[in-house]
C-alpha cells in the first residue's frame, strides 16, 4: 500500500489476548500530517502503530484494554498503554516494526532492536470492539498514511526474539 491508499478488512476477527503484528514502512515527509492528529499506519480494534504529530517521525504503538464500544476509537475502554520509538525512521528507507503484547508488557522493535517496552499494572483482557482492520488509513476519515507499508503479519502469540530477528530479514 503506498501514499495516500489504504486497505480495510471488515471482518478482521479482534485479538482478545497476546499477540504480535510485524510490518515493513517506508515514509519520509512529515509535512501531510496535521499538527492535531496522527497518522495511522495500521489499527486493529485492540492496536495500533501510529506517527504521532509532534513526534518528528518516531512511532507509537498502543494497545487498549477493557470492554467494548461501537466507535473507531474505544471511548469507552478502560484505559490506553503505548510506547514511542527512542530514534526516528522518516528517512524514506523500508523498516520492519514488531509490536508484541506478552501478558502486562508490550514491546515496540524497529528493524530487530527493541525500542521501548511498557508494562501496565495488571494483566488485562484487550478491547473487544468490532472495528476492522486498517491499513494506511485513520479509518472513518479522509487521513491517510503518506508513506509504504508491505508484508503486514498478525500472530495469535507474542513473537521471541528468533522469531522477531527473522522478521527483518
Known sequence: IANGSSLVVDDFEALVGDFSASIWIKFKDLNDYNSASLSNIVSAGPFSLVIPSNGGGK?????????GGSSHVPTNAHQNYSVTSTNTYNDNQWHNVVMTRKDNVIKLF??????GEFAFNQYSKLYEGTHPLTIGEDYGTTTFFSGSVDD????????????IDSETE
Not at 512511532?59 to 470492554?67: E, I, Q
Open 59 to 67: 512511532l507509537k504503538f498502543g494497545v487498549f484494554v477493557g470492554r
Open 110 to 115: 524497529v528493524d530487530g532492536e527493541i525500542q
Open 152 to 163: 503486514l503479519a498478525i500472530f495469535n502469540q507474542p513473537l521471541t526474539d528468533s522469531e
